[in-house]
């Protein structure tokens, strides 16, 4: 026995989380992008409005002017350049919220000017709002060993 309208349904969900993962992919590139041509307003927009971001080295923002601080501060440092990549994107049956995981490398000049390059992971939220997609919340770390953090970016490290 078959059932036409149910593998029809299955069909269409599978193809519209693939669209949505993509979608996720695209956003995450161009946001990446935003920031490595240190655009804070573009790289903010990417945001909603009620986000959580986790910083490493850094308290927690909850409201859009922190996080525009956090971005204002690191892209505006001496010899800032941010890139992400990311690795996995993962959608819900739902198709109303997504995560993603990748790498990030964020270099910044220390006190002295020297460069100074931090490498790490992050994780990040999203939710789609009617057709919209937004980061909910966002948070990343280094993967350099502790006792090397005095040489990393601290307060204004993002991913």
Known sequence: ?????????FSEAAESKSSDEQT???????WSKAAAA???DKTVSYYSDDTVVLPANAPIATTKEA????WQDLLTSPGAA?????TKVNVARSG?????????EITTNDASGKPV???GKYLEVWKKRGATWKCVA???????????SATTPTSSEAK
């Open 1 to 9: 026995m078959q059932f036409p309208l149910l593998s029809s349904t």
């Open 24 to 30: 996720i992919r695209d956003l995450d590139t161009q």
């Open 38 to 40: 240190k655009d804070v």
């Open 67 to 70: 996080v525009r601080k956090i």
């Open 82 to 86: 941010v890139s992400w990549t990311t």
């Open 96 to 104: 109303e919220m997504a995560y993603c995981t990748g790498t990030y």
């Open 117 to 119: 390059t931090d490498r």
């Open 138 to 148: 966002d948070i990343w770390n280094s993967d350099l060993p502790a006792s090397s």
